[in-house]
């Protein structure tokens, strides 16, 4: 079956440092690949995106590159802000037809400190 | 634009109680829908979808049920609630074709 694998948390980076998390996935054919974010009490809010191998996802500063041959969605940021600080998930969504339903990674904690 | 909204936001029920969380979506027809599931410090475990009116699919062998007796109308409920039920449930509908957007979330404590 699908599955995702996220390094585990949590992260904490001083503001303006570089951000990475790693994501890596399990899956049969070619999955659409998802970065939620979950803020403090809140629900799931999408940040990126990619449907197709090279594609590359970016959405506020935060990039991720759909790389098929490793199987691989890693999160980016080049300076986080204290306001980046949230959950992060890496997901996946299958191909078939009626369900079409996520695959999450289990979440990364990022903390950044000012 | 589309919506989704879930009630009650936070909820504190003794074990052996019942259960019913609503989610409704506004500005879509005929969405797929989807309850999931998030412990403490853990990821989303999908419990439900549904396809369409009365169409519902169970992921996991659990203490839940949900209906959906409207397009836009999707609910989740429990006849005797279990400490094990604790946990954030967050509804979701299909967009465009792959992504799914989630509701605010209902926090559960069964105590």
């Known amino acids: 079956g699908n599955s995702v694998t996220q390094m585990e948390g949590p992260v904490t980076l001083s503001e303006e440092a570089f951000l990475t998390i790693n994501c890596t996935y399990t899956?049969?054919?070619?999955?659409?690949l998802f970065w939620y974010v979950q803020y403090p009490g809140e629900g799931l809010q999408l940040l990126l995106k990619?449907?197709?191998?090279?594609d590359k996802g970016s959405n506020k500063g935060f990039e991720a590159t759909y790389r098929k041959e490793t199987t691989s969605f890693h999160l980016e940021k080049g300076s986080v802000q204290v306001s980046d600080s949230a959950v992060y998930f890496c997901?996946?969504?299958?191909?078939?037809?009626?369900?079409?339903?996520?695959?999450f990674g289990s979440g990364t904690r990022l903390q950044v400190q000012p | 634009s589309q919506t989704i909204h879930q009630w009650p936001a936070t909820l504190v029920q003794p074990v052996g109680s019942p259960l019913s969380l609503e989610c409704t979506v506004e500005?879509?027809?005929?969405?797929?829908l989807y309850w999931y599931r998030q412990a403490a410090g853990r990821g989303l475990q999908l419990l439900f979808y549904?396809?369409?009116?009365?169409?519902i699919s169970s992921e996991v062998p659990q203490n839940l049920s949900a209906s959906r007796p409207q397009d836009r109308q999707f609910i989740l409920s429990s006849k005797k609630l279990l400490l094990s039920d604790s946990g954030f449930y967050l509804c979701?509908?299909?967009?465009?074709?792959?992504?799914?957007?989630f509701g605010p979330g209902t926090r559960l404590t069964v105590l």
């Open positions: 997901a996946l969504s299958d191909k078939d037809t009626g369900r079409r339903a996520l695959t």
């Open positions: 899956a049969t054919g070619y999955p659409s």
């Open positions: 990619a449907t197709k191998a090279d």
């Open positions: 500005g879509t027809s005929n969405p797929n």
């Open positions: 549904s396809v369409g009116i009365g169409q």
């Open positions: 979701a509908y299909r967009g465009s074709p792959n992504e799914q957007f």
